[in-house]
């Protein structure tokens, strides 16, 4: 008898946990400008389950370093296609994920380890702003631009990133 009981406890102590998890994602992500790709994002790390504020916001600035390569890959090759129109454009979005991938993440992932969220508040927001500068770089036009979709990913998960960072504050 004592063996269903102790199933029944496991069983109900897991759903426990997990309700506590899910609830920490979606109040953290409310907290934020894109609620359904924060949690998408979150859900997508299993580590997500475990963490607290400041993990959240780790696995956050994680996300964007992974979009920021993206973005950097995406430029490398339309520089192999030499259209020498987008040159100049392309030349300054690498320069943007440069600053992302050698700065600006290092900085927040740093600030949220040694507990200053400031500091990691900045490293996203710069993020945010890298990705509208290589958008704005192909001129003003109402078009999109070949990395539209991927300086879109950038900037709105970097903005999401300084929500949760924010929460810190």
Known sequence: MKIPFIILTLLQMHEITQLKEQT????????TPNYDLC????RDFPLSATADVAGLGLILVDAVKSKAEA?????????????????KALDQCWISYKAVIAADVP???????KGVPKFA???MSDAAWEAEICEGSFGNTAAATPLSAVNKEVHDLAEVAVGVIRILL
Request: charged share 30%.
């Open 24 to 31: 920490l994602i979606e109040t953290v992500c409310s907290n």
């Open 39 to 42: 949690v998408a994002t979150l």
């Open 71 to 87: 973005a950097m890959s995406a430029v490398e090759e339309l520089r192999r296609r030499r259209d020498p129109e987008m040159r």
């Open 107 to 113: 900085e927040a992932v740093a600030a949220l380890t």
């Open 121 to 123: 508040e900045f490293g």
